[in-house]
């Protein structure tokens, strides 16, 4: 089997969370660039027509879908819906997650706590297990969790505190289910992604004078990685070419985490 076929994702079903922008966007047009039909979801529906028109561009189906994954409710519906439309899921993305609340641990409310513990962790281990429940009567499939180089360091510059502990806990929950699921053939794996060219990341970036340089100093590839890439990374632990690969997470950061 040649390279391409590996790589080939003609007709399958991808669902991808958060998928109104940034990563998730790119994570869908590129699925559907290798032939998948994608499902995009996000918590504000409206916002999903962009990520739509590119989909259809490529030829490839598209579902758009409001949902929030920190509702167990709209979890178990958005998984119905791809599979009363398409069948099945192959391919999940759990890409969709709240952004670091950037204040002092002691000036942290519950609330803020838990607005980002319940979907990066939780909302996670739903859309999982939904479309686990799928992926085993088929007895294959793929499921790729979104982590952070702020697994693995404390960002400087940055308040530190729930965002780095959900992205430290989706290393551990990839392992755990990629355990649980191996004997149906369903491959959990995640990215650590470091600094990419977001628009969180360009707000966070332009806080104060200097801090865009400071970041970079701290690369030793000296820039932020490119979107597009990372999205043709997203797509080889989709395809085939990932079927021995399970529990583990890709770090791809410019180097951030070598010092």
């Not at 007709?11 to 998948?36: M, P, Y």
């Not at 999903?48 to 949902?67: C, F, H, M, Q, W």
């Not at 000036?107 to 996670?124: A, F, H, M, Q, R």
Request: proline share 3%; net charge neutral; glycine share 8%.
């Amino acid at each position: 089997m040649s390279v391409q076929d590996l790589i080939n994702l003609k007709d399958k079903i991808a669902i991808v969370t958060g998928a109104s922008r940034g990563l998730g966007s790119a994570f869908a047009v590129a699925l559907a660039e290798a032939g998948a039909h994608v499902v995009i979801t996000s918590r504000h529906g409206s916002e999903l027509k962009d990520t739509a028109g590119k989909i259809k561009n490529t030829g490839r189906e598209v579902l758009e879908l409001e949902s929030d994954i920190s509702n167990e409710d709209n979890i178990i519906e958005m998984v119905d819906k791809t599979v009363g439309r398409f069948g099945t899921v192959d391919i999940l993305v759990n890409n969709a997650a709240s952004m670091r609340i950037d204040k002092a641990p002691e000036d942290t409310s519950l609330d803020e706590w838990k607005s980002v513990i319940d979907p990066n962790i939780t909302g996670v281990f739903l859309c999982s297990r939904e479309a686990a429940k799928i992926m085993k009567k088929q007895k294959k499939g793929k499921i790729i969790n979104i982590s952070s180089a702020a697994a693995y360091d404390v960002l400087k510059y940055f308040h530190g505190g729930s965002y780095e502990v959900t992205k430290t806990a989706i290393i551990m929950m990839t392992k755990v289910l990629a355990t649980e699921w191996a004997p149906y053939n369903i491959n959990v794996n995640a990215i650590a992604p470091g600094y990419y060219n977001t628009v969180p990341n360009q707000k966070f970036l332009k806080k104060e004078p200097g801090l865009y340089d400071k970041v970079l100093d701290m690369i030793p590839l000296r820039k932020l990685g490119a979107i597009e890439e990372l999205a043709g990374l997203l797509v080889v632990m989709a395809s085939d070419i990932s079927n021995y690969m399970t529990g583990t997470t890709v770090t791809i950061d410019g180097g951030y985490t070598c010092w």
